[in-house]
Nanobody
Framework: QVQLVESGGGLVQAGGSLRLSCAAS????????MGWFRQAPGKEREFVAD???????????DYGDSVKGRFTISRDNAKNTVYLQMNSLKPEDTAVYYC????????????WGQGTQVTVSS
């Protein structure tokens, strides 16, 4: 089992920044692929970003098209934490943001946090 706890959400004006954190416990963190997803009211859940550690200083990251160039995902394996730095926020970024985890061999995210609300005002 993996437990995930997000933090860092809040209210910000358009053009501002927020950093989300997700603390993981329960399994060897460095072996997990960590992802961020979001869901706005009335919309389907959307992939935001994910990150995999490949050893040493090598990380593989991927981003959803709507956040490329504005959001940055990172992880600190020593702290069992993944981050999402969100810059140049737009009102359409308003959503509940979820941290998720999966193993490298499992393509489906099986572990989810409770979510943290991000609201961007215009």
């Amino acid at each position: 089992q993996v437990q995930l706890v997000e933090s860092g959400g809040g209210l910000v004006q358009a053009g501002g920044s927020l950093r989300l954190s997700c603390a993981a416990s329960g399994r060897t963190f460095s072996n997990l692929v960590m992802g961020w997803f979001r869901q706005a009211p009335g919309k389907e859940r959307e992939f935001v970003a994910d990150i995999r550690w490949s050893g040493g200083s090598t990380y593989y990251v991927d981003y959803g098209d709507s956040v490329k160039g504005r959001f940055t995902i990172s992880r600190d394996n020593a702290k069992n934490t993944v981050y999402l730095q969100m810059n140049s926020l737009k009102p359409e970024d308003t959503a509940v943001y979820y941290c998720a985890a999966r193993t490298i061999v499992t393509m489906t995210y099986g572990y989810w946090g409770q979510g943290t609300q991000v609201t961007v005002s215009s």
